[in-house]
Nanobody
Framework: QVQLVESGGGLVQAGGSLRLSCAAS????????MGWFRQAPGKEREFVAA????????YYADSVKGRFTISRDNTKNTVYLQMNSLKPEDTGVYHC??????????????????WGQGTQVTVSS
């Protein structure tokens, strides 16, 4: 089992920045990749970014490229999402997730085995 706890969400004005953190515990040695997804009210969960654990390959949704940066600290079993130039359409609950299998495609929710409870991000215009 892997437990994930997100933090760092909040209310920010458009153009502002936030940094989300996701701390993993439990069988962290089994983690192969971690990702961030977001879900707005009435919408499906949407891929944001992912990072592989062994070589730090990163992947981003087109909507956040150039604005968001995913990174990880293996010593702390923590993944971060630095979000800059935030827009109102970035509003939603942000969830981190862990893949313990090592899938090829990391942009779908089905690629992940464990999920955090989420942290709310609200961007005001």
């Amino acid at each position: 089992q892997v437990q994930l706890v997100e933090s760092g969400g909040g209310l920010v004005q458009a153009g502002g920045s936030l940094r989300l953190s996701c701390a993993a515990s439990g069988r962290t040695f089994s983690i192969r990749a971690m990702g961030w997804f977001r879900q707005a009210p009435g919408k499906e969960r949407e891929f944001v970014a992912a990072i592989t654990w062994s070589n730090s390959n990163t992947y981003y949704a087109d909507s956040v490229k150039g604005r968001f940066t995913i990174s990880r600290d293996n010593t702390k079993n923590t993944v971060y999402l630095q979000m800059n130039s935030l827009k109102p359409e970035d509003t939603g609950v942000y969830h981190c997730a862990a893949d313990v299998i090592g899938r090829w495609i990391l942009s779908t929710p089905s690629a992940y085995d464990y999920w955090g409870q989420g942290t709310q991000v609200t961007v005001s215009s």
